[in-house]
């Protein structure tokens, strides 16, 4: 029986030939029936792909039977199903890009990568080595999270800062502005979904004069998987494919509340309007009322069924 699954990965590393790496990476998905997101930069590769498990673990090991791709860690999650075709719900097609960047922080001549990752970056930290941290260094410990400001609002470690950013590429000018100045002399540990957002946030930090920075190993999926809701992780987690988010347990709390009834609900939406790309989290009986708008758009009239 096909088993739906999604993999989230990425690597940093030089490529000398990006655009080789595109047509390879897309012939070989659109052979095996795989959906998903990739990016490719001469500094590496990152991608969320879903589809059925064999043809998942095929794509594995075809990837990493090219050198520069054998230490990729890929992260496993549970797909929402499959089409009658096979191919996954949770991505509506297959897009596979070349970038500046392969994830944008707009800052492509800040990071530098060689064979072995991102050069000076965050000291990584596996799930048990963060608990470590914690239990020797206690509210000394300040979480940063890398992600973008909404994603916190149905899910954050405990106490955790959240920057004041709706995209990637507003966090070189947040940590430029100084407000987080007070932290250069902390311990402070950086996270996101995957990992790869807080390996480049960890070096921009540090060449801004944060003196003790770690990163999340493999992110909040990896800690999801070692510690389920039972550590220090709050909430569910948002991803951004057609599940919306992904809970490590039966016991997950549920911490965003509705912005037009106020009750608990994990459930997140896009705004209402088509140009308009903000996160709303709305409860599914607001959402079966009236479908949601932000703030700009909320007194924009809703358009007619086509």
Known sequence: ??????????????????????LW??????????????????????GTVGGDMAALKRYLRKTRDYAPFKDIDFKWSEGTGLDDDGQSLDFPRLVVKVRDEIVSFGAPGELQVDAAGVIDGGTKLAPAELHELVAER??????????NAFEAEI???????????????DF???????????????????????GIRCEVLSGLMKSRGFGEVYQLDGGVVRYGETFGDDGLWDG???VFDQRMSVDFSDHT??????????TSTKNMLNCRDLS?????????ECVDAEPPACATHADESIPAPA
């Open 172 to 194: 070189v000018a947040e940590l430029d502005s100084g407000k987080y100045d007070h932290l250069k002399d902390k311990p402070v540990v950086t996270y996101c979904t995957g």
């Open 253 to 262: 709390a549920i911490i965003g509340t509705c912005t037009v009834c106020g």
């Open 276 to 284: 308009c790309r903000e996160q709303l989290v709305v409860c599914p």
């Open 1 to 22: 029986m096909a088993i739906p699954k999604v993999l989230l990965y990425y690597v940093f590393t030089p490529l000398a030939d990006p655009e080789a790496i595109r």
């Open 236 to 238: 569910s987690l948002y």
């Open 138 to 147: 206690g509210d000394d410990v300040v979480f940063f999270d890398g992600r």
């Open 155 to 169: 899910g954050k470690f405990k106490n955790a800062i959240v920057p004041d950013v709706a995209t990637t590429r």
């Open 25 to 46: 990476q897309r012939d070989l998905c659109e052979g095996l029936g795989i959906r998903g997101r990739i990016l490719i930069s001469k500094d590496g590769l990152n």
